[in-house]
């Protein structure tokens, strides 16, 4: 219970008045305003909460000034992520897209184009929702480059999906010289009818 001392060097009890409404303690000669001061203790939640945030604190400044722990410099990360851009870029560079003829290449394509691709233009590549790949006629170009950026970006308006996040590169350019070295040029059961620009 908190105590005063008056000028006779007397101890009192406090002067209190009493909430009518939420039976707390008021004290009486703290007010501003018509707002009159409570006398409580902080509740157990705030006081844990200020304990730990004090914890916290100093594990922190311990790491960071102490021990130097990396992950706490913003330019370090920064040099992280920049490395990791530098890797990914480089990778990109190396990557050639050209018309792949060896039969290990074509055989993976293959693969992909009946796993995935068959289901809108079939099996020998006749069509069905998606345009017959057989014929000289092309909607979005014939070169390896086009064929490639096709299957890497989609035509989400006709209803191709893009698969840059589902085949790696090397897969989408596999499947994209199985087009063009395999099924270009071959003849169907059941073609469909021209699409697009006569490119021969």
Known sequence: MTTVTDKNQHTQEPDYDIDTLTNEKLLSDHEYDGIRELDNDMPPWLKWLFALSIVFAV?????????????????????????AVKIKSKSAETFEIILLQDAVSLTSGKETWLKICAVCHLADGGGLVGPNMTDDYWIHGNTIDDVFNVITNGVIEQGMLAYKDQLSEKQRLDVASYILAELHGSSPANPKEPQGELIE
């Open 59 to 83: 594990v922190y400044m311990v790491r960071f000034w102490a021990f130097r722990a990396n992950d706490l410099y913003q330019h370090k990360e920064f040099e992280k992520e920049m490395a």
